[in-house]
């Protein structure tokens, strides 16, 4: 018997209620609009279901493959054998604890808490108002903007570890350097994170992410699909400006092209396969090598 017509019936008993998908595209669950057929997705609406899941699929040896909402990644074209499981616009809740803490499950859009600490007149993740992802990727990629990062306000995470433990990491624990923590070695699921934020004036807050927003309009391309910064940033410099100087910005494979507005991110123009980022990717990191002497990492995560 197909894998997930077993795991459908073992989670109609755990959970009935559960959104389960067959024959869904990546593309859908992506911000690059890529990507093939998921073997089967599933949309947690809160930490029992997410539970159930992890469960049946630790019993049944299944694959799992967590998402956000999907802004960091790049899926393959011949889709995924697994159980995508994605709380993009699920497990949202945002609770106030004390000591100006916010604690938020891994589903909560980085807007949406922003906007809440402003709302509450906490100062702190003014950077992370306009990243796209939500706080499970932006724990996993320690996501940071115009001098901000997650290590700077993630005081502690509770996670489910691949054993099936339930442990709660310290900000020590969770070992945040520039775009990496431990969870990308860990392999657990994050399930939900604090952040310690500082008292601050709720206007001055709300002008800040509204300067952070107005720079970020004007500098990136996000008329089109894309995952944000294509590679890391370099110790030598900024990707952007040695991409330039390779004389690669606008340059297109397929569907994919490097942003002739900002030459940090590749855009899917249309069409754009995984296969065409991809080719653009390795072109871009041979040209850069070659002119200014520095191999660029991909930020971009390969699913
Ligand atoms: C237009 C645009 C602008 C961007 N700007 C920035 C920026 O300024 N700064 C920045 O740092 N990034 C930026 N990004 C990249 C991206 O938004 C961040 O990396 C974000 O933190 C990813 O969050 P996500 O929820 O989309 O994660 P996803 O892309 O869904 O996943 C990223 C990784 O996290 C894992 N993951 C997700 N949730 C969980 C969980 N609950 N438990 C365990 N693992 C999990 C996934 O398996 C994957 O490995 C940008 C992206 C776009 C498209």
């Avoid at 539970?51 to 960091?72: F, I, P, S």
Wanted: glycine content about 10%.
């Amino acid at each position: 018997m197909n894998w997930t017509t077993d795991f459908i019936h073992e989670i109609g008993s755990r959970a009935p209620a559960l959104p389960l998908l067959q024959g869904q595209r990546l593309s859908a669950l992506t911000s690059f609009r890529i990507g093939g057929e998921a073997a089967l997705v599933a949309l947690p609406q809160n930490a029992r279901e997410l539970d159930a899941l992890l469960r049946a699929a630790q019993q049944k040896e299944v694959r799992v493959v967590m998402l956000g909402a999907g802004t960091n990644v790049l899926a393959p074209d011949a889709g995924l054998d697994a159980l995508v499981i994605s709380t993009r616009e699920r497990m949202t809740e945002i609770s106030v604890q004390p000591g100006h803490c916010l604690q938020a499950l891994c589903g909560v859009s980085l807007a949406a808490l922003a906007a809440r600490a402003q709302e509450l007149g906490l100062t702190g993740l003014e950077f992370a108002h306009g990243i796209p992802g939500t706080v499970g990727g932006a724990l996993m990629m320690n996501a940071g903007a115009y001098g901000g990062e997650i290590a700077d306000v993630a005081v502690c995470a509770k996670v489910r570890m691949p054993d099936g433990m339930i442990r709660t990491l310290s900000r020590d624990e969770m070992e945040f350097s520039y775009r990496r923590s431990v969870f990308q070695t860990l392999g657990g699921v994050i399930l939900e994170a604090t952040f310690a934020l500082r008292p601050g004036d709720s206007a001055e807050i709300l002008r800040t992410m509204q300067q952070l927003r107005a720079k970020r309009i004007a500098s990136q391309p996000l008329e089109y699909p894309s995952a944000g910064s294509t590679f890391k940033r370099p110790e030598s410099g900024y990707a952007a400006q040695m991409i330039e100087r390779a004389g690669l910005k606008g340059a297109a494979i397929g569907g994919a092209q490097v942003s002739p507005k900002h030459a940090g991110f590749i855009i899917n123009r249309g069409g754009a396969t995984a296969a065409d980022v991809r080719a653009l990717m390795a072109l871009v990191q041979m040209r850069v090598e070659s002119t200014c002497g520095c191999r660029l990492e991909p930020e971009v995560l390969f699913l």
